[in-house]
T-cell receptor, first 108, second 116 residues
Framework: GQNIDQPTEMTATEGAIVQINCTYQTSGFNGLFWYQQHAGEAPTFLSYNVLDGLEEKGRFSSFLSRSKGYSYLLLKELQMKDSASYLCAVRNDYKLSFGAGTTVTVRA | KAGVTQTPRYLIKTRGQQVTLSCSPISGHRSVSWYQQTPGQGLQFLFEYFSETQRNKGNFPGRFSGRQFSNSRSEMNVSTLELGDSALYLC???????????????FGPGTRLTVL
């Protein structure tokens, strides 16, 4: 089975840093994705990790530890437009299994 | 490059009816996946098609079915609708070949289905 856990909600101040953790237990692993979804919109791709380590993409970074079944998404220099739901997803074969999502609220 | 398109965007049906949703992938993409998104369950995988073949299927009842055409366009069908089928149905396309290859999925805007 698939079990992907992430916090339900997080709140941070504009300009700050927020780290969203994701732990997973899945029957297979072909990579981990992070998606951003604004209310009423489709998810959009943020990052992909398949090997252990840190992937940096501008203000967003994602880390993976396969042995620990753990990933995090780091959002730096938060902006109001970063208020959204962040989805952790594990790929197994051709299937993506999503966590329930973390709603991040950025306050001025 | 045009994105993933889904039709219709909104749909209202009554219990017991059936519905067909359509998805046109990004040009050149041959893999299409379908997801159901509800507030309580989040995003759940329905099935994935590649070159007209279903390669993977989620844990949904047989009332949920799909198919893919030779031009990669895909449809999903839900028969005997239940109230719990009310959800946002998202389609995503990608152009992978190997299981282990990086494959960013591009999502369409979704079809909002309401079952009364």
């Amino acid at each position: 089975g698939q079990n992907i856990d992430q916090p339900t909600e997080m709140t941070a101040t504009e300009g700050a840093i927020v780290q969203i953790n994701c732990t997973y237990q899945t029957s297979g692993f072909n990579g981990l994705f992070w998606y951003q979804q604004h209310a009423g919109e489709a998810p959009t791709f943020l990052s992909y990790n398949v090997l252990d380590g840190l992937e940096e993409k501008g203000r967003f970074s994602s880390f993976l530890s396969r042995s620990k079944g753990y990933s995090y998404l780091l959002l730096k220099e938060l902006q109001m437009k970063d208020s959204a739901s962040y989805l952790c997803a594990v790929r197994n074969d051709y299937k993506l299994s999503f966590g329930a999502g973390t709603t991040v609220t950025v306050r001025a | 490059k045009a994105g993933v398109t889904q039709t219709p965007r909104y749909l209202i049906k009554t219990r017991g009816q059936q519905v067909t949703l359509s998805c046109s992938p990004i040009s050149g993409h041959r893999s299409v996946s379908w997801y159901q998104q509800t507030p309580g369950q989040g995003l759940q995988f329905l099935f994935e098609y590649f070159s007209e073949t279903q390669r993977n299927k989620g844990n949904f009842p047989g009332r949920f079915s799909g198919r893919q055409f030779s031009n990669s366009r895909s449809e999903m069908n839900v028969s005997t609708l239940e109230l719990g089928d009310s959800a946002l149905y998202l389609c995503a396309s990608s152009s992978p070949v190997a299981k282990s290859s990086y494959n960013e999925q591009f999502f369409g805007p979704g079809t909002r289905l309401t079952v009364l």
